[in-house]
């Protein structure tokens, strides 16, 4: 086969369980992410011969729970600086599960090319029967690989399906199918070197994104509603020089009232306040469960309290302050 016209697509890994490895075949759970190098990730994956060329590089060696402000501007600065280069088609990114979605979400809003970027991951560490990761990765380096994907934003393959950066979530702490973009459905789907949309992107990204990746991360923490609930964490996150609070509400954004005190007395200092929901699906309303013009906050619409957190820190990092507008927009 001549594969010197197939298309030129970087591997950028970055450890996660894709990567992981356990000392025996039937252990899926209590193995070490992250450890397995992407060459051997890559040899694993024969079939990527007759699908792609492939550049790889080994940007990190993490279990993705430890993801950083710091990687995250490593990794966007490096997937600009390959998508500019005429000898590369699209990026993949293998990462861990765990915190898929906040740097899908980030590069979603933060890559500046129109070319294909695809996360994906595993459920089943490298050395497991019946691995997850060899099979997604495939995948993920078809998906990048497609014309079709290009100008999609940031998109995740994984089980066989293609989601959107914005949308998908984790659902699931050991299944295969791990993945959802509840309420609004897959992408599309990819299976056996085909490659199927069934929707599109309507919400800004990428090359029509107004944000840029940063070095300069502003203090952003996620704070929970719950019965019993006190005003202690609030407090300390003030005390401590926060610049944003997003609020993983009850119900639709919904707060305790011994806790709304400190929030609306955190607005007050200066602090920029987004309300989102624990719930896990769903949107929440501006004025809906709480009159968010008269505590001066924004409401998070669909996004989870993980990503309203990256959309928060971004628009905050770019000296936005028409906020609810960047949450109706993105
Ligand atoms: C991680 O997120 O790095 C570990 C868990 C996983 O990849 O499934």
Known sequence: MNTSSLPRIAVLATGGTIAGSAGDASKT?????????????????????????????QIASIDSKDMSVALWTALASRINELLAQDDIDGVVVTHGTDTLEETAYLLHLTVKHAKPVVLTAA?????????????NLLNAVTVAASKDAAGKGVLVAFNNQIHSARDVTKTSTYAVDAFRSPEIGVLGFVQDGRVEFQRTV????????????????????????????????????????????VVAGTGNGSMHAAFTQALVDAVKQGVAMVRASRVGSGHVMRNGAANDDALGSVSAGTLNPYKARVLLMLALASGVDD????????
């Open 123 to 135: 459920m089943r560490p490298s050395t497991a029967l019946s691995a997850d990761g060899p099979l």
């Open 323 to 330: 906020l609810q507008r960047v949450f109706d927009t993105y």
């Open 29 to 57: 759970a209590g193995y070490k992410a992250g450890v397995v190098g992407v060459d051997k990730l890559l040899d694993a994956v024969p079939a990527l011969g007759s699908v792609a060329r492939i550049h790889a590089e």
């Open 202 to 245: 309507v919400r800004p990204h990428t090359v029509s994104s107004e944000f840029s990746v940063t070095d300069e991360w502003p203090m952003v923490e996620i704070v929970a509603s719950y019965a019993g609930v006190s005003r202690v964490t609030v407090d300390a996150l003030v005390a401590a020089g926060v610049r944003g609070i």
